[in-house]
């Protein structure tokens, strides 16, 4: 995908007590992580995103449940079903993302570069596609 995004696959620590999943900044993970939000009680007919960043770097999860991720960095699209809680979606800045198909009682954590600021976002397709061209 341009390299604006790509699968990370994170390690994953199995016994007969289950497995573990463990991330670090920097290393599974290549930026400083700044915030954690999760997305949950999504209804399956919900919609999410339908925006990009201008400089927020991101890696999504589905830890429970699945989605579909919509991304679209103005040249390439491409349809990516997270379903393992151990393989993350990097999402580069510059690229629009939309989500659907949540399964029942998905859990979507995301792991993000900077803290929350809404002047970050485009939230129009043809302003961001303007800029993703003129970059
Ligand atoms: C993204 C996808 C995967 C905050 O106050 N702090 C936060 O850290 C976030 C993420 C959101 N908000 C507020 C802003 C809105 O008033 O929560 C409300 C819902 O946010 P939004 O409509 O942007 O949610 P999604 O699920 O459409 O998008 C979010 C992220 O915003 C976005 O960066 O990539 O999840």
Redesign the pocket.
């Known amino acids: 995908f341009n390299g604006n995004a790509r699968m990370i696959d994170l390690p994953i620590v199995s016994d007969p007590r289950g497995d573990l999943t463990f991330m670090e900044g920097g290393r599974h993970v290549p930026f400083d992580i700044r915030?954690v939000?999760y997305?949950y009680n999504v209804p399956v007919d919900s919609e999410?995103?339908?925006?990009a960043?201008r400089e927020?770097e991101?890696v999504?999860f589905a830890l429970s449940g699945s989605f579909r991720?919509k991304i679209d960095d103005g040249t390439t699209q491409a349809d990516v079903w997270l379903r393992n809680p151990r393989k993350g979606l990097y999402?580069k800045n510059m690229v629009w993302?939309e989500?659907d198909n949540f399964s029942q009682g998905a859990v979507?954590m995301?792991l993000?570069s900077h803290?929350?600021d809404?002047a970050d976002?485009y939230r129009d397709y043809s302003e961001f596609l303007a800029a993703s061209q003129a970059a």
């Open positions: 915030r939000y997305l999410r995103g339908g925006h960043h927020l991101q999504i991720m999402i993302r989500m979507c995301v993000a803290f929350y809404e976002y």
